[in-house]
T-cell receptor
Framework: NAGVTQTPKFRVLKTGQSMTLLCAQD?????MYWYRQDPGMGLRLIHY???????AKGEVPDGYNVSRLKKQNFLLGLESAAPSQTSVYFC?????????????FGSGTRLTVV | TQLLEQSPQFLSIQEGENLTVYCNSS?????LQWYRQEPGEGPVLLVT?????EVKKLKRLTFQFGDARKDSSLHITAAQPGDTGLYLC?????????FGTGTSLTVIP
């Protein structure tokens, strides 16, 4: 039971470099999310997708882009990394978007921008 | 601006003690969820409460949704080292869940 798989688990980037974080889910979930987790800030939504080919901005979208070309995959891109993007990034998926929907999270990607 | 505030932020207790953590907001939610996150892992869903005043029990964990659906509490009886982790609440409004700041619990053997 893989659930939600994130790659890579760790990454160090230099300021200005670009990278893509990969998220894959095998539960046939329609909805997928990217969050960042910072000390004392909780989980903050970056972007989300309500289905294949659709994406929308969350609470903190600046500096990030996303794509959902296939239902099972949700990619998060950083075009020009900044130290403020040092964080732990979590991908999540859910079957629905309603009040009873539970999120399944990946194990996270720890990104350091120097 | 944080929609959900959790308290305390940090809690360290001895094995066997009882504890309560709180999740508060000025907003009304259609549901509230609690997650537990262990170091190096993503959050895992523990429970969803929907009705104001609802109480749910999961072994030694008791979850309560406030009557006005603005707050929630998590009570752990006879805490064990395996309960150690970050506890997050998440409130549902506007087709989205908003996460709280978290309570980091350490249970000392």
């Amino acid at each position: 039971n893989a659930g939600v798989t994130q790659t890579p688990k760790f990454r160090v980037l230099k300021t200005g470099q670009s990278m893509t974080l990969l998220c894959a889910q095998d539960m046939n979930h329609e909805y997928m999310y990217w969050y960042r987790q910072d000390p004392g800030m909780g989980l903050r939504l970056i972007h989300y997708s309500v289905g294949e080919g659709t994406t929308a901005k969350g609470e903190v979208p600046d500096g990030y882009n996303v794509s959902r070309l296939k239902k099972q995959n949700f990619l998060l891109g950083l075009e020009s990394a900044a130290p403020s993007q040092t964080s732990v990034y979590f991908c999540a998926s859910s079957l629905g978007q309603g009040a009873m929907s539970g999120y399944t999270f990946g194990s996270g990607t720890r990104l350091t921008v120097v | 601006t944080q929609l959900l505030e959790q308290s305390p932020q940090f809690l360290s207790i001895q094995e066997g003690e009882n504890l309560t953590v709180y999740c508060n907001s000025s907003s009304v939610f259609s549901s509230l969820q609690w997650y537990r996150q262990e170091p190096g892992e993503g959050p895992v869903l523990l429970v969803t409460v929907v009705t104001g005043g609802e109480v749910k029990k999961l072994k030694r964990l008791t979850f309560q949704f406030g009557d006005a659906r603005k707050d929630s509490s998590l009570h752990i009886t006879a805490a064990q080292p395996g309960d150690t982790g970050l506890y997050l609440c998440a409130g549902h409004t506007g087709n989205q869940f908003y996460f709280g700041t978290g309570t980091s619990l350490t249970v000392i053997p």
